[in-house]
């Protein structure tokens, strides 16, 4: 099939360029004619607070790209869209709903002459605009089919529009390290990624046990100044690291290896990368059972889990964890993409 995705992929950086990218080389690796249309400017600054591209890629990128996409130029969109028409399969990575009405721009220069796929990441947002679930629905109908990452993201679609949806797992998309782990307890936790309110770093702020360190490391979408304040409020200064703005992909395992476990005390998710980096980093996971955290972790083998929104509960399950530290790093075990990605894509296409 002539196949080509439409999203963000490097120098865009973040889970769903690189998800784009290995999209399109698990896709190309199956025989199919694959490009990517993407973005040379994708958010206006104050719809994107964090940094947007990068310099180094996080991955291997993919070579048949396009980067002629605008937020600017309405009128590449409908292009885009004419030139999509040739193709037999066109897929409009869907992250937020600020990208719908460049996707409308190209399926109106489409015009129904190609078969369409919106994938989408989160069918709405986790904190959430009153524009977002008519932006979202104006393009669920107007699509082919839907694919989501989970069921209950695909009942959120289901109710925005008749169109068919697919649900499929969502598939590893790492990079490979063969990083060695001294295997030394540092009594230090890791938080890491995009700090978001519905990411509960907060909560795992207040329920931090006496004697035990912390690192958060990751581009904050606001709220700096109140975490600092709360840290000073707990009496944490000095157990307590923030490295706020974006993390390398050279400095990942270093964050990693300083690391005893993985915190993820999510409020709210869909899908997350982040277990399985943990683990590919040879590092246990505490996490919520909210979205797919609890889909990857074999709780009390490789990871702890605990009820999202329980501070005490997230405390207890610290202090087990280091009752016997090395049981649980014991348990890890890398990740085999390969499965995974066989069963994305042939979900996908079925779709």
Not at 38 to 60: C, H, M, N, R, V
Not at 80 to 104: E, F, K, W
Not at 258 to 282: C, F, I, K, M
Request: aromatic share 8%; hydrophobic share 40%.
């Amino acid at each position: 099939m002539r196949i080509a995705i439409v999203g963000p992929t490097f120098p865009y950086k973040g889970g769903g360029a690189q998800h784009t990218t290995e999209l399109a080389h698990r896709l190309a690796d199956l025989g199919h004619d694959v490009v990517i249309e993407s973005w040379k400017a994708q958010y206006p600054s104050f719809l994107y607070p964090g940094q947007q591209t990068i310099d180094a890629p996080e991955g291997t990128p993919y070579p048949r790209t396009l980067r002629r996409l605008d937020w600017r130029r309405p009128d590449g969109w409908v292009g885009c869209g004419r030139r999509l028409r040739s193709a037999d399969l066109v897929i409009l990575a869907v992250l937020s709903p600020v990208q719908v009405p460049a996707y409308l721009g190209i399926l109106y220069g489409i015009a129904g002459r190609t078969k369409t796929i919106a994938l989408c990441h989160n069918v709405l947002p986790h904190e959430r605009k009153p524009y977002d679930r008519p932006l979202m629905k104006a393009l669920l109908k107007r699509v082919d089919g839907v694919l989501t990452h989970s069921e209950q993201q695909a009942e959120l679609a289901r109710g925005l529009a008749a169109t068919p949806v697919s649900v499929a797992a969502m598939a590893p998309h790492l990079p490979s390290t063969s990083h060695q782990r001294s295997g030394q307890v540092h009594r230090n936790l890791l938080f890491f990624g995009i700090v978001r309110p519905y990411k509960g770093l907060d909560l795992l702020l207040r329920a931090l046990p006496e004697g035990i360190g912390l690192t958060v490391a990751g581009e904050f979408w606001g709220g700096l100044e109140e975490t600092e304040r709360l840290v000073r409020e707990l009496g944490l200064e000095g157990r307590v690291e923030l490295r706020p703005g974006y993390v390398a992909a050279e400095d990942v395992p270093g964050l990693f290896d300083r690391a005893d476990a993985l915190v993820l005390p999510y409020r709210n998710a869909t899908a997350s990368q982040n277990v399985w980096l943990g683990h590919e980093h040879g590092v246990p996971v505490i996490a919520t059972r909210v979205g797919a955290l609890a889909d990857h972790i074999t709780d009390g083998v490789d990871g702890l889990l605990v009820e999202p929104g329980d501070v005490p509960a997230l405390r207890k399950a610290i202090e087990r964890f280091y009752e016997d530290p090395e049981a649980l790093a014991s348990g890890v075990r890398s990740v085999d993409p390969a499965p995974f990605w066989a069963a994305y894509t042939t979900a996908l296409l079925d779709a």
